[in-house]
């Protein structure tokens, strides 16, 4: 059985942020934002929670702060049957590689196990020490 390759739909888009001047000036940019991500939702039918928007877009919205954005946006989307990746028209688009699964721990030996119970009666009789410390600090003080 051959494996169906995933196709990759590129498009370019220019998206109205006119929106999000109804919000107060302080909510402005994360408004918009939010309406990047529901126009990528509506065009790809896609969750929310799989738009990822790259951090140049996040910039170009942040550009002139919190209360001052653009009132419209270009930018290139990519989709790949599930995850849609918003980028600026002219950015470099750069895959991550998926990062390795963690492997399976050996069983500690006998030996780890004396060291860690060692290391935790330590802490205890330091944090007792602290304690007692602060009591005494704390009669001196009231005398």
Do not use: Y
């Amino acid at each position: 059985m051959a494996k169906k390759q995933e196709k990759k739909i590129e498009r370019e888009f220019t998206i109205g942020l006119a929106k999000a001047f109804e919000k107060p000036r302080t909510k402005r940019a994360k408004k918009a934002v939010n309406i990047v991500r529901a126009f990528m939702k509506k065009h790809f039918r896609a969750n929310p929670e799989n738009v990822s928007i790259s951090t140049k877009v996040n910039e170009a919205i942040w550009k002139q702060g919190m209360e001052h954005i653009p009132r419209r946006i270009k930018i290139k989307a990519v989709f790949d049957g599930k995850k849609v990746k918003v980028f600026l028209p002219g950015e470099k688009i750069v895959e991550k590689k998926e990062e390795k699964k963690e492997e399976k721990k050996e069983p500690k030996t006998d030996a780890e196990k004396a060291k860690e119970k060692e290391l935790e009666q330590k802490k205890k009789e330091k944090k007792e020490m602290e304690k007692e410390a602060e009591k005494v600090a704390i009669k001196r003080g009231t005398n």
